[in-house]
C-alpha cells in the first residue's frame, strides 16, 4: 500500500526552462557532468562563480516557473485521499520555496540541497518515510532524471519515471523504474497504479 509519494520539482511539477547544458557551457564544465557534485571538485574560487553562475539561473527559472499538466490535479486528488506528500530537490531552499510560493503548490515537507545529502543518495526519502512514520517500500518516488529513480531504488521504494519526449537510449531500461508514464498529463493512471499497490 502506498502511504506518500515524493515528487521532484524541476521537470516533474515544474517548468523551469532550466538548460543544464547553457549551465554547464557557462561555468566551463564538461557536457553531461552533473552539476552540483562537478562544482564541488572545483578549487574554492571556480566553485564560487559557478555556485553564483547557477544561483542566477535557478532564480530566473523561478520566476518564469509553470505548473506542468496533471501536477496540480494530481497533487489535488493525492491529498483528498490523505497520502503524505514531498517534494525532494536539488534545488536551493530560497529558490524552491519562491517556485512554490509563486505557483500555490503545497506539500507536507519539501527537501532541497540544503537540508541534507541530494539525490541520487537515498536520504531524502529516508527522511521524509522517518518523519511519517511509514515503511520505504510504502512510498513512491517520481521524478524525469535516473537520479530519482536512482534514490527510490536505493531507499527500497516504488519508483515512478516520467519520460516526456526523451528518446529511449535517454532511459535505458527505463531506470528499472516500476512505472513510466510520459508525463503528470497522464496521471490518472498514476492514480490507478497507486490503488493497486
Ligand atoms: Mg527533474
Known amino acids: 500500500m502506498i502511504r506518500g509519494l515524493i515528487f521532484d520539482l524541476d521537470n516533474t511539477l515544474v517548468d523551469s526552462g532550466l ?47 509553470t505548473l506542468l499538466p496533471g501536477a496540480a490535479e494530481l497533487l489535488a486528488d493525492l491529498r483528498r485521499r490523505g497520502l503524505h506528500l514531498a517534494i525532494a530537490t536539488r534545488n536551493s531552499k ?13 506539500v507536507e515537507l519539501v527537501l532541497t540541497r540544503d537540508c541534507g545529502p541530494i539525490k541520487p543518495d537515498p536520504w531524502p526519502v529516508l527522511h521524509a518515510c522517518q518523519c511519517w512514520g511509514v ?3 510504502e512510498v513512491a518516488v517520481v521524478g524525469d532524471y535516473r537520479f530519482d529513480i536512482e534514490c527510490g531504488r536505493a531507499a527500497g521504494a516504488k519508483t515512478v519515471l516520467l519520460t ?30 497507486v490503488a493497486e499497490q
Not at 173 to 187: P, W
Open 164 to 193: 516526456h519526449d526523451a528518446s529511449p537510449h535517454e532511459h535505458p531500461n527505463r531506470e528499472g523504474a516500476d512505472l513510466v508514464l510520459s508525463s503528470l498529463a497522464d496521471y490518472p493512471r498514476l492514480l490507478a497504479w
Open 135 to 137: 515503511q520505504p517500500g
Open 19 to 65: 538548460d543544464f547544458d547553457a549551465m554547464r557551457r557557462e561555468m566551463g564544465l564538461p557536457a553531461g557532468l552533473a552539476i552540483l557534485e562537478a562544482i564541488d571538485r572545483l578549487p574554492r574560487a571556480e566553485a564560487g562563480r559557478c555556485r553564483e553562475i547557477l544561483h542566477r539561473r535557478e532564480l530566473e527559472g523561478a520566476a518564469r516557473a
Open 94 to 106: 530560497q529558490v524552491t520555496e519562491a517556485t512554490l510560493e509563486r505557483l500555490g503548490i503545497e
